[in-house]
């Protein structure tokens, strides 16, 4: 089980002494270690595996006093026995709170968070640890107790009665994303997650027989949701079986009364194009009923005569290689192609810091990574370093608005650790109560989440079936998920650019605006996909408006945004109350963006390469995006590169890919996309005629005649498209030019405000209080305007999306 590590950091980076040793990794990051014996520890640890960084400039004064100062920090060490009160570090960094220091000892108080170990059983919000970045301007991470890796195992840190430290401090200021860049150097790149990893995942506690697993998928294809990934609970193995003699958590031998052919049913969802993970619960080892009992007694010299169990010792070697070379791999031949770790049993071994958590997800994913395009594993955060081993599986949520209302600061506060591959139970799993519209927001926040999985608990009646629930509901949990396979090819290039470039897919709005207090005041807001403004809805609708709100803060003042759904044109640099309906949601785009989808509205199962692509566009700046796909021949270079080294820090750059480069530039009013090999549509989002001069060329030649044009208008989301529906004998350019600086068109808001207001279960004459608000002449003032409709008297929620749409773009009244 090999693992790449380079934990040696280059001699001329260290200053060290009696007791005492520093490691100047960058400029804005120093390890500083203090032990009682002067035995100092060079091995990898979880947290840290890479410190041999190349050596930044700085200077040592050796006095009464140890001083180390690079461009952006001095350091001061009194050189005593224990570093408490005697280490500061002042900063030349403006972005600091108040320019004060930092000293060991005293408690941070401005850390922005990191994420948790698990939400079992939350129901709102829950402690969190800390990241890396805090708005002081630096942040502590103590590493002091971590596990550590020892040649191709590992091992606990040698106490023998010693004190130790061993801590890592950011200097990074309010460069966030700069902080998280020496983070991921430090500690490993994220790895690049399977394509199938992006689409909808179905799981439940439930006991299937495997016919009635098999007849569920079909009845997602019947009503054209996609899956990608069907995830087994326990009952996949013997649980409650007269022969099976502890609580039946754990388990290695298939139900035959559930499974009766597991090979046929593995078989049945490969033919779907899903993958398939099963549950397991290592904690109870291995007992006699097991299928593989003998033959792990044999590899392990364990005494059968008395038929006791082989207890789960993930300290051992011996026992690992066992635990992946028979028990999962018979079951892998089988039918799983990852495995979802479920262990809930604490972090304590019988080796001193050994936290099984820890073993499970490094060896597990090592293990994975031996024959596969790219590992995967879904389990629970471990600590500092987790996310070498996505994706992270966040536990048990309770069924409450509560619940939904804390996961997207949740989320988003885990990037401040490099955590970016959270899965959550989408809907929740226990307790709570039936809301339709409760599971419906969180199926639309799922589709802007890193992963999407829906789960439930064995309640017959809290099953996530779309089909299960209202009308309404249905139809807009099945057109999101749809929406979800969609959005695959840019989540696939998101996913293998974040690896490639130390990005993170959620980004919290004050990464992006780290000096603008307001982007602290936002914490459910977030950057999805670096191109995605989310503000997600945590809350039911009103029930006389129909109309969920949320408050948003459009940050930018130099561009406007366009809502996704309704192709609404919205100024920036604002706060503005956001209503929706049940089938909209909150997710805005700026002007120069490009958004690849796949053009099938109902998308196959298993987020193939699609057949055709739509790309979004908004003009106003100019834009650039690519789409990065493997090809065939690409997969088998990558299976006989992990033949020949099964490493994993370093493997995801020698991936090969297929890349599509799509640019768009304003001033020309020019779209192309190079080397396209299948039929495109674009669609320009908020415009709503088609100039004049269009051209469609593809390479030099005009086929505009050929390229088919329309519009579209509200209720679809206003847009232009032009359809280039022809299939080149090889790669090729499409080139689409609009005109001249090409600006949003002025949406015209009466037609959405006299639906809303149309469907307000209101008095009549509020109704048409609200319409004259609506229809004055737009020769008058906007202040007029919101002037009448606050007159009227009536509350926020009656008055405010009519509000909302009056004041969106000021070129209404212009």
Partial sequence: MAFRADPLANPEAIVSGPSYRFTVLTDRLIRYEWTANNQFEDRASTFAINRNFPVPRFRVIHGDELEIITEHFHLIYNKESSLQGGLVVHFNSKHTNWGAPWRYGDPEKHNLGGTARTLDDCDGRCEIGKGIISRAGYAAIDDSDSMLFDGDFVAGRSREGVSRLDMYLFCYGHDYKDAIKAFFALSGKQPVLPRYALGNWWSRYHAYHQAEYIGLMDDFQAHKIPLSVAVVDMDWHLVSHEDVPHSGWTGYTWNKELFPDPEAFGRELHNRDLKISLNDHPHLGVHSHEDAYEEMAQTLGHNTRNKDPILFDPTNPR???????????????????????????????????????????????????????????????????????????????????????????????????????????????????????????????????????????????????????????????????????????????????????????????????????????????????????????????????????????????????????????????????????????????????????????????????????????????????????????????????????????????????TKTTITFQQQEGKAVVEKIRRPVTFRFLSLTSIPDGLKVFANDSDVTQNAISSVVHYPETPSLLINCPFVPASSHTITIELGPSPQLSVIDPKPRLERQIMDYQTDFKIKDQLWEVVSEDKDSSLNSAIGTLMSLGYDEDIIGPVAELLMADKRLYS
Avoid at 475 to 503: A, G, K, W, Y
């Fill in 319 to 657: 026992y690992m290689k066992a635990y992946f070379d028979i028990l999962h791999r018979r079951i892998e031949r089988t039918a799983c192609d990852f495995w979802w770790i479920d262990w809930q049993q604490g972090r304590y071994s019988k080796v001193e810091n050994l936290d099984p958590l820890w073993l499970l997800n490094h060896f597990q994913f090592i293990d994975h990574n031996r024959c596969r395009d790219a590992p995967l594993i879904l389990s629970r955060y471990a600590g500092p370093g987790s996310h070498r081993y996505p994706v992270g599986f966040s536990g048990d949520t309770v069924v409450s608005w509560k619940s939904l209302a804390f996961q997207p600061e949740f989320t988003a506060t885990a990037s401040n650790i490099g955590y970016g591959w959270w899965s959550h139970d989408i809907g929740g799993h226990i307790y709570g109560s039936r809301d339709d519209e409760l599971v419906t927001r969180w199926v639309q926040l799922g589709v802007f989440s890193p992963i999407f999985r829906l789960h439930s608990s064995l309640s017959r009646w809290m099953s996530k079936e779309p089909w299960l629930y209202r009308p309404e509901r249905t139809e807009v949990m099945s057109e999101f998920m749809r929406l979800r396979h969609r959005l695959v090819p840019f989540l696939h290039t998101q996913n293998i650019i974040c690896s490639q470039e130390d990005e993170l897919l959620i980004q919290p709005m004050y990464w992006i605006y780290p000096d603008n207090e307001k982007a602290y005041s936002f914490p459910n807001q977030y950057i999805f996909g670096s191109e995605f403004l989310v503000a997600p809805i945590v809350q039911p609708r009103d029930k006389r408006t129909n109309l969920a709100s949320v408050k948003a803060w459009l940050p930018s003042a130099s561009c406007r945004y366009v809502d996704l759904f309704t192709g609404t044109v919205y100024d920036g640099n604002r706060e503005i109350l956001l209503y929706r309906r049940l089938n909209e949601y909150p997710v805005l785009l700026t002007e120069g963006t490009i958004i690849p989808m796949d053009a099938e509205l109902t998308p196959r199962n298993g987020c193939l390469n699609p057949e055709a692509l739509e790309i979004l566009v908004v003009v106003g700046r100019d834009a650039q995006t690519v789409i990065l796909e493997y090809t065939k021949d690409d997969a088998c270079l990558r299976r006989k590169k992990m033949r020949s080294n099964a490493q994993m820090t370093e493997r995801n750059t020698e991936w090969t890919f």
